[in-house]
């Protein structure tokens, strides 16, 4: 959130669409509404709220304290991902090795030949 930020509520023309809501940087998108039509071609409605950050609940943090915390989420994120796609591997790991061959292997060493 910065203090050129925006709420903009829209919905597309056509059956089916839903009101939507997004969350836009008036500095980076001076018109949100000729960028959403550009995009999603006409809509049937759309209104801009501005954001007011001083009206926010969340206290301001320091930003050494806000890099911790999301350094801390991001952390913890990528350890469930990590964890989640590290099962399947182990599982497949398990089968090749009960699948690998045991003993000696049935084709003989390739021996050395000399010419004259």
């Known amino acids: 959130m910065s203090p050129s930020s925006a709420e903009v509520t829209y919905?597309?023309?056509g059956p089916g669409h839903r009101a939507r809501i997004a969350r836009v940087?008036?500095?980076r998108i001076p018109d949100p509404e000729a960028?959403?039509?550009n995009r999603l071609g006409p809509l049937a409605s759309f209104e801009v709220t501005p954001c007011d950050i001083a009206a926010q609940d969340a206290p301001?943090?320091?930003d050494a304290e806000r890099l911790d915390?999301?350094?801390s989420r991001l952390t913890t994120s990528m350890q469930?991902?990590?964890a989640t796609r590290r099962a399947p591997l182990d599982a497949l790991a398990a089968r090749l090795d009960a699948a690998a061959p045991t003993g000696s292997p049935s084709h003989p060493k390739p021996t050395e030949e000399?010419?004259?």
């Open 80 to 82: 469930a991902v990590l």
């Open 60 to 62: 301001e943090q320091p």
């Open 114 to 116: 000399k010419y004259p």
């Open 25 to 27: 940087d008036l500095a």
């Open 11 to 13: 919905r597309p023309e």
């Open 69 to 71: 915390a999301l350094g």
């Open 35 to 37: 960028w959403l039509t």
